[in-house]
């Protein structure tokens, strides 16, 4: 009988390490990127060139966004436990969620759902329409959000989406995926009489499963890119810290503030 | 004055995003590899050409090992919250202290220490030597071991550090701390007369300080790795699950023994 | 104007230091139980003498339930990491989702979101026996599994069910929650012809939200209960661990089978 | 043979939930406070009426300190995860390292290591004061801190320190770490002519080890109580959020200032 305690990621013995069926260090080290080495054990497949392109332009559009709510996290924990960096990053980590970074993968999950039922390859224009008009009608008849549309920051443009659609373009063209997100974006200004612009999640998020990444992933894929960006700040926390200073800061505009009577 | 709450690293407006110092869209995305990006924010500088094959070679070969600790911390999470993939893959991440993955951190600043009062540049083979034996034999002194040497399954030879020696040898030569670490594991055979090979973690942080990563980012520099494995984990688990089999087994095979009365 | 970074929680000067509006050392210290400051400083109401047996019993069920996901992830995190126990901890607290432990605040909110228009203490039983058929053949015509109900392990009953519900008929009455939850599972019972206990995450979230804590804050209350469990399962590790045998058996287990070909 | 996969802690069957060795329905339901049993579990023996009163006296004085690094961290994550309460838990946890919290336990593995070779509990004034000055030269001597004394906010006096010693006098007496802690302010301040206060960390870990809890488990111990502040800043982000606000403000501070050419 088969055991259940199996992998097709990694193994080893005392030889060798073996990575996705591949020797670790003759035909991974010095042949496969980092990025192509997690879309490979992620997917089982190996990247074509103009893949490669797309998936590094991905997860360095979503790698940081400045002092995010995450990068504040990594600080802070950092400032309290400077001799565990992997709790630092993982305390970054952990705010990438359903409000920051997530959307990458529920954009990625609600486009895959719409076209399930399609054949994706061969969706044309007209049909595009139609499905990206239908699944907006669905979401606003429950009062929900459309996912990749929208960004506090980015009001009109979010610049890492045009980018994303020209890179796409120039590498290999605009995936259905891709495609359908440009379509839900004008059914939705068209139902809501609201220009919301894509954002680089949900654009990300998009290319991503076109790619080939299961949307169920793309989340957790994602976190790769911030990972990249929290390893950032933790270095430049160590150099130059805010953590303490913001703690002192926060501690004494709150503690000044208490006798006024706030009850949480 | 300056206000304390500041980053290189990332800053936005409405239109732009800017990623230590570069236009995001248009300077990062398409011109950037992700390990590049990680490098070019924890450094403030530019991988070179040779740069970044080590770095790669670097990052893949970390990535992933198996059913380790942490893989196995990943899916556990996931079988009772799969519904927060980052707090699966951050659970993973913090079990790569002190003894997984932590020894890629320590043996660069391991190193990085040795070689502080010299003029890496120009040690000659000798002044290594030297250098070598002087902190092996400190550490041996004091009873603690030494870094980046030693491997629980790779006894005879971990197959990741001579393929590091390797490709650093073809990518702009073998770079001081990696020089020293060989010395090293040298010096501790003819010292304790018991060979003990370079391991792919140790080897792994030599490489990135002779790259110019600052010793103390290393730990966390290499947790880049790790989160791309744990992503690939953690999307077998979703197809492939084997985390609540565990928990059967573990549950099953303990509850039977508590009648024997073991105490804890 | 007031300062939004303010709370209510607790502030400190340098010779005082006050929580939820008390002096810490001479109010709170030789005054408060633990359990009786989680809630205090949650609901800012200060628990009765039954409440604060009803709290405790509840904690005390949801603390441990032996080699789960939860204490095996804190227990392997350990192994990589020892000298972070902070990191062991939240690694194990991470796997309390919407599968173990979350059902608690699942269940909660179920429950107060069915009694939100009714007087909860003036429901008499018939009402309570209409309010739950409703909401049970709302969740099963959308194919929803009913929060409170059935235990992978205990199948036919789950011993904390009785027992708080014992202990709140002794402590005060059943309260309005507790009580629906009865007959919710009778409604279940009736409408799927198929028996499931009450279980003990359930009740206990039922009792919590009896008690006065708000139903969005159950899910992260009872995490309480659960770092004392973790605590435990830390201290055990360090002194007769099992982290590192698991690691090796599930790398043996699942090395020996990869030439079998699994694919993931 | 004996299976290693094992634990004192907890066990269940079909029927029953065992927990260190008791039947958890009807031993430790309405016997035990949350106190109680996490004091059992981890030590396996019961707390004594004025064990109990003084547990509680350390777990309540740690509990929260107001906007630490911890609170801002877990409302922080709360803001980009509001689905994962036990994330927001976790990341808040992740900086309970060697600077906050952490020393609680530093301070118990000192004074317990002091201690070691001696009788305790016969251990007369004039021992403990030469022991005292002994600790006290040899870390001064190597450049060390002395753990459990002095506090950034509480400079002259942490109001939890006496009130523990007040606690400790009064529920069977002041134990021989807690004395010895006294005896280490005293040699200090001797030595360096500098008055430190002895701090509430350092003082509730004396206690937790006079108590019985292992010097190696009392870190992680206080983690019980720091979850129960965490979690009321969780329920008061939830009603009153402070952690959007404070990224919008970092963010807005900070990308200000990149023009003036901060290069971190």
Redesign the interface.
Known sequence: V??????????????????GGLD???E???H????E??FY??T?RRATEAGR?LL??V???L???????????TR??Y?????????????G??????????PA?DTAQFLADALSAENPVGADEERLREIAFAVVEQLRATGRRVPGLGHP?????D??A???YE?AAANGGVGPHLRLLQFVADANTELSGRRLPINGAGAGGAVLVDLGV?P??V???V???R??????????E???P??R???A???E??????P?G???
Chains 1, 2, 3, 4 share one sequence.
Request: no cysteine; aromatic share 6%.
């Open positions: 088969t055991d259940y305690l199996r992998t097709w990621i990694g193994s080893s013995d005392a030889d060798h390490i073996t990575i670790l260090a003759s991974v080290m010095g496969f990127t980092l990025t080495l997690a054990l992620t089982h392109v590094d332009a997860l360095v559009a790698a940081d966004h400045g002092l995010t709510p995450s990068a504040l996290s802070l924990t400032t309290g436990a400077p001799e565990a960096p992997q709790a630092a990053i993982a305390a980590l952990l705010g990438a969620g359903s409000v920051f970074l997530g993968g920051v980015h009001k009109v443009e610049p890492r045009p980018r994303l890179l299961p169920s992933s989340r957790a894929f976190l790769i890119a990972t990249a960006g929290l390893v950032a700040h933790l270095a430049e160590a150099a130059a805010i953590g200073a913001l703690y800061e926060a501690d505009r709150s503690s000044r503030q208490n006024a706030f009850a949480g």
